[in-house]
């Protein structure tokens, strides 16, 4: 007689815990899809304005950026995916300063972190919603980002 209290007693466990999956599973899927259908949607496709997709230096429309050169962001990058090309030049007034010659960017190696964007403390540098990167070789996905002929911007 125990051992029938028993499976009848497994048995409505079972039934129940039985239930409650099959009440999640009816709940999702009557629930709105969320699944985009990508390549197809490109035009209608919403990013969110958080995404952090490719790393980007913005230039003014004088070719001007705000990067000095300091190099916090390659100092502060986890894995080296920024170089920071500088030469130093001497002013009109005899002061030595940085000038930035070249800002090497490997998206290939990039965690996305935002350490880089975070610390610049210039804002010369920001991510953007960019996000195909799909080549064949590695090589393509190093980037220039200071634009050629670009200079400091003035204050």
């Known amino acids: 007689m125990n051992a029938f209290k028993n499976y009848i007693s497994s048995f409505f466990s079972g039934l129940s815990s039985l239930l409650k999956g099959m009440r999640v599973t009816i709940r999702v899927f009557f629930r709105k899809k969320t699944t ?3 390549p197809e949607n490109r035009d209608t496709l919403q990013i969110f304005d958080r ?3 490719e790393l980007v230096m913005p230039h003014n429309a004088n070719n001007e950026h705000k990067c000095v050169a300091c190099g916090i962001c390659q100092m502060n990058c986890p894995n080296g995916s920024i170089k920071v090309i500088s030469e130093t030049v001497t002013d009109e007034e005899g002061k030595k300063k940085r000038v930035l010659t070249k800002y090497v960017y490997d998206i290939g190696s990039c965690l996305y ?5 975070r610390t610049c403390p210039h804002g010369a540098i920001e991510f953007d919603n960019k996000f195909e990167h ?3 070789t590695r090589d393509k996905l190093v980037r220039q980002l200071n634009h050629e002929g670009s200079t400091l911007e003035k204050k």
Request: with cysteine; net charge neutral.
């Open 113 to 117: 972190c935002q350490l880089c964007v």
């Open 134 to 136: 799909a080549v064949f």
């Open 51 to 53: 995404f952090r997709g």
């Open 36 to 38: 985009e259908q990508y």
